[in-house]
């Protein structure tokens, strides 16, 4: 069965510290995302990728960066962690252009910040 | 950008029909619908590429009206695994491939 892995189902990390979500998946697909998920707000896209070392911003960059020096590997750096960023967070990957046949999701890292 | 989808929450019987809405106020290439229970990954349901195109999965189908930039889901017969949150995600023309998904609306399928 085809699978996008997160690392950690969940994460509790301080106020000011360096975190790293990782994401691994196992369909050869070219296109990696990262979205964040808030009651209310739905998933908003923070990062995506379409090959090894692209990277592009989505619509809520700010405070996160992002590594792909794998195909399969799509890690989420939260450069300074602050409590606004407590949420639950999803990867997906696709098939390249058009998501033909939908994103396929992990099933969430949810961290908290203290 | 956010697509808007209405409504917010719907409470079913076993065997009622519901209709969930995404409306975007810009011109979209595809929609996609997706469902996740609580605690799980969102699943996906269907895409549709043209304009006026319609799907079914299962008792589960969408229509996508291009001009009116919006796009319907309609669940016939419910039954209680339909229970979930269900999200459509627009693709907007014009190249990328990044798609922006609306709040969600939470259905629930009571016995």
């Known amino acids: 069965d085809v699978k996008v892995t997160q690392s950690s189902r969940y994460l509790v990390k301080r106020t000011g510290e360096k975190v790293f979500l990782e994401c691994v998946q196992d369909?050869?697909?070219?296109?990696m995302f990262w979205y964040r998920q808030d009651p209310g707000l739905g998933l908003r896209l923070i990062y995506f990728?379409?090959?090894?070392?692209?990277?592009e911003k989505g619509d809520i960059p700010e405070g996160y960066s992002v590594s792909r020096e794998k195909k399969e590997r799509f890690s989420l750096i939260l450069e300074s962690a602050s409590t606004n960023q407590t949420s639950m967070y999803l990867c997906?990957?696709?098939?390249?252009?058009?998501?033909?046949?939908?994103?396929?999701f992990g099933s969430g890292t949810r961290l908290t910040v203290v | 950008q956010q697509p808007v989808q209405s409504p917010q929450a719907v409470i079913l019987r076993e065997g009622e029909d519901a209709v969930i809405n995404c409306s975007s106020s810009?011109?979209?290439?595809?929609v996609h619908w997706y469902r996740q229970k609580h605690g799980e990954a969102p699943v996906f349901l269907m895409i549709l590429l043209k304009g006026g195109e319609q799907k079914g999965h299962e008792k589960i189908s969408a229509s996508f009206n291009e001009k009116k930039q919006q796009s319907s889901l309609y669940l016939t017969a419910s039954q209680l695994s339909y229970s979930g949150t269900y999200f459509c995600g627009t693709e907007m023309g014009g190249g990328g491939f990044k798609t922006i998904f609306g709040a969600g609306t939470r259905l629930f399928v009571k016995a």
């Open positions: 990728s379409y090959d090894v070392k692209m990277k």
């Open positions: 369909m050869d697909h070219e296109n």
């Open positions: 997906a990957s696709s098939f390249p252009l058009r998501a033909y046949y939908g994103y396929t």
């Open positions: 810009k011109a979209l290439y595809s």
